[in-house]
């Protein structure tokens, strides 16, 4: 028997989740609400989040673990992998009842997945601090596009706020409709529709986009070519949102 718990999404969900399951005696399977397929084998149990809880479950990851280990949860988290949340729940399990020298022991499959999922993750945020282009839309005002493989844009936030910080700029990632806001003092990420561009884009110039292609073009010596290396370094699923390549 499975019981299979459903939270809204969030990380404050999830690790609310794990409080609920975590002594559940048969196999746990989470999963999002919003992916949820009904079935008449089983009824789901609803988990609302509570911050109470997901501050007692976080702050026991920390302390009683690591925050290596907390932070490995929430990349984890942020990876759109089919069935993560269970993969959690199962590597936190294992991680309190082992101690942190679980992580040592690569030929546990857990172990692996943890490690390969994280790697992808760490991976693709680095990337993306050197894949982002932005253009002037407005006076002010600067705006990028991304579409990465997994949901890395808590990940660089940080990274662009502190490198502009004296823009106001917004990062788009288009294939989960959620952006970055920054006005020079606070940031906030939310939902943003490709429709809700529209308007945005309609006040936007080339000034910008010109910058970055005679960038592009003044540092590309013809008899170094190396495509081979250059879509190792930048895949080409990345390209269309890269304004030299345009």
């Not at 308007?199 to 000034?207: A, G, I, T, W």
Request: net charge positive; proline share 2%; glycine share 2%.
């Amino acid at each position: 028997m499975i019981n299979e718990y459903l939270y809204d999404g969030t990380f404050e969900g999830l690790l609310t989740c794990i409080f609920y399951c975590y002594s559940s005696r048969t196999e746990v399977k989470i999963t999002k609400t919003k992916n949820y397929l009904p079935n008449l084998i089983s009824s789901p149990i609803e988990i609302v989040t509570e911050i109470d809880k997901f501050n007692r479950v976080y702050s026991s990851i920390r302390d009683k673990l690591s925050y290596t280990t907390l932070k490995t949860i929430y990349y984890l988290y942020l990876s759109d992998v089919n069935n993560i949340e269970t993969l959690i729940y199962k590597y936190i399990k294992l991680c309190y009842n082992y101690g942190n020298n679980i992580n040592l022991a690569k030929n546990n499959e857990i172990i692996s997945l943890v490690d390969k999922y994280y790697r992808k993750v760490s991976l693709e945020s680095h990337r993306f601090t050197g894949f982002v282009r932005f253009k002037k839309i407005k006076d002010q005002l600067y705006y990028s596009t991304i579409e990465p493989d997994h949901n890395i844009l808590p990940i660089i936030s940080t990274h662009f706020i502190e490198r502009f910080s004296d823009q106001n700029f917004i990062i788009h990632d288009l294939k989960r409709e959620i952006a970055l806001f920054y006005n020079k003092n606070n940031s906030i990420i939310t939902e943003l529709s490709k429709d809700e561009t529209k308007n945005l884009l309609n006040y936007s110039n080339d000034e910008f986009e010109s910058l970055w292609k005679t960038f592009y073009n003044s540092i590309n010596i013809k008899e170094r070519e190396n495509s081979k290396l250059q879509k190792m370094h930048m895949p080409t699923r990345y390209w269309h949102n890269l304004t030299e390549i345009k």
